[in-house]
């Protein structure tokens, strides 16, 4: 396993706009190996920059098939029941497709893509941690934050792969060649590892209110404690738990509130404040993935990795014919959004404008594609002021991903409430979160799971979270709301329920771990 440390090379962009202002500025180590590297502090954080990095990957290339577009948002929404597949046309948009209709198999290199990134992140986390208590350090207080921000993102990469796939090897070091073949452990024993990685990190990381703004961005003990109350929501809803190993309803209200009263994130005034580029890392914005402009990236199937920009918005935006004059740059039309859904949102709504694009509302000059409804995001939306001029703009768009925002801890915490908590608390984490949004005409009175789970829908437009929230209601619950029928059958959407929901193991995994691996229900 003498892999070169290239991989480290790799931020040109990561973390942080300006909390990279160290990280961006790393050096390409083309020469290092495992095995002369992590002698030191800066050795360990460049380490660490690498295991950040593949929080960015949006395409990922796997051999033999090339490259796998795979933002976690995106594909979360065309499973889901508010976004088609799209495209220029349906042949564009097969794969998609096979998202959206719940035909996929192990063969598709999305899949595979999405296996390869989350392996590799943790791959990278479990070496630095091996390699940490015998590097030279001066503080050990910093040992100690590196240590707690790599167990952090080893839970947030095993909790998209075990909600992706259910059934997955559980890897914590760094696996010699005699240990490749890893059979699948519980799911259970997954989330035990993410809730432990995550209470470690607590107990460690920064706290935001206390994060110089040179460091914003980097993982807080309120990013740990907000992706915790998300796990445990899920894992108890999804496998109908009543707790998650040791942590009980009293336990995680009790983080809950520790975050909200004690962090220093707040909603910003208005929700259209929350996503553009020129506001980033912004008080709302609990943990957000970091993308840049910055990077010297071509359009490059083998090595698409090396790009720093946020591959959504090319994917999600609409594209334009030759002549457009609007102030929007080209996209490529995928996951085009219902109009059922945008029916959803009232006028009065702050978050309909501030979610959605009508190019006929704008007079934008563009090409309906593939199960086009004329709505497109706004939050991911392609703009020419944002459009690099270094690589190739396609895939350095500067849009950070803020993936647990402040209002989501508020409506997290109103359910937790809820389930057997305080019921006056429940009722105002809710009423700020649609006050924000209506103003007075949000009119709040009362609050039930029905209301947290529509205010949900509409707080969190095309962010990735209705698929899993549906899901976590149970699967009879997400069948009903995803599949539709078309009569034409353009717009269809089915919920793969044999497969309970979940991808399937990559045939080539389970090839190259001599059967080991077993296929999920509902695949071939």
């Known amino acids: 396993m003498k892999k070169q440390i290239k991989y480290i090379v790799v931020l040109a962009a990561l973390l942080l706009t300006s909390a990279c202002n160290g990280l961006l500025d790393l050096n390409p180590i083309t020469e290092e190996l495992e095995t002369n590297y992590y002698k030191n502090e800066q050795e360990c954080f460049s380490a660490l920059v690498s295991v950040y990095d593949v929080l960015q990957w949006g395409a990922v290339n796997t051999p033999g098939s090339g490259a796998g577009s795979i933002p976690f948002e995106w594909i979360s929404e065309i499973m889901g029941d508010r976004c088609y597949a799209g495209g220029d046309n349906a042949t564009d948009g097969a794969t998609m497709e096979r998202f959206n209709r719940g035909t996929l198999n192990g063969d598709v290199t999305n899949v595979r893509s999405l296996w390869r990134k989350y392996y590799s992140g943790i791959y990278r986390v479990n070496l630095l941690l091996e390699k940490l208590p015998t590097a030279n350090f001066e503080k050990e207080q910093l040992r100690e934050r590196y240590a707690a921000e790599a167990k952090f993102l080893r839970a947030y990469f095993y909790f998209d792969m075990v909600r992706l796939f259910g059934n997955i090897p559980l890897i914590t070091k760094a696996l010699s060649s005699s240990e490749f073949v890893q059979e699948q452990a519980p799911p259970g024993a997954v989330y035990s590892q993410i809730a432990t990685d995550l209470r470690e990190a607590m107990a460690v990381l920064p706290a935001y209110k206390d994060l110089p703004a040179v460091e914003l961005g980097r ?82 199937n083998s090595n698409r990795e090396v790009a720093d920009g946020n591959l959504s918005v090319l994917l999600w935006s609409m594209r334009l014919n030759a002549g457009d004059k609007s102030k929007y ?43 086009d409804g004329g709505i497109f995001p706004r939050k991911w ?144």
């Open 219 to 300: 993982v807080t003990k309120s990013a740990a404690q907000g992706l915790l109350m998300r796990v445990w929501l899920y894992y108890t809803g999804y496998y109908d738990q009543s707790q998650l190993g040791d942590i009980s309803l009293a336990n995680i209200i009790s983080i809950s509130e520790d975050l909200i009263y004690q962090s220093g994130h707040g909603l910003l005034p208005r929700y259209g404040d929350l996503f553009s580029p020129l506001n980033k890392n912004n008080a709302e914005s609990v943990f957000e993935i970091q993308f840049s402009e910055k990077s010297y990236q071509g359009w490059d």
């Open 329 to 371: 740059a080209d996209g490529w039309s995928f996951a085009p959004i219902s109009k059922a859904y945008y029916a959803l949102f009232s006028d009065q709504d702050e978050r309909k404008a501030a979610s959605f694009v009508v190019p006929a509302d704008e007079g934008v000059n563009y090409k309906p594609g593939y199960q």
């Open 381 to 524: 939306a392609a703009l020419k002021e944002f459009q690099s001029n270094k690589g190739d703009v396609r895939v350095n768009y500067p849009y950070n991903n803020p993936v647990i925002r402040f209002s989501d801890i508020l409506l997290m915490a109103s359910e937790l409430n809820l389930r057997g908590g305080d019921s006056g608390k429940a009722l105002e984490y809710y009423r700020r979160v649609r006050e924000r949004a209506m103003g007075t005409a949000a009119a709040v009175t009362t609050v039930n799971i029905d209301l947290i789970y529509a205010e949900r829908e509409l707080e969190f437009a095309c962010e990735g979270l209705r698929y899993w929230d549906l899901m976590r209601r149970g699967l009879d619950y997400a069948k009903q709301c995803i599949d539709e029928t078309d009569p034409e059958g353009i717009f269809v959407q089915r919920f793969n329920y044999e497969a309970q929901g979940l991808l399937p193991i990559p045939t080539s995994e389970i090839v190259n771990s001599n059967y080991t691996l077993k296929q999920n229900p509902g695949y071939n």
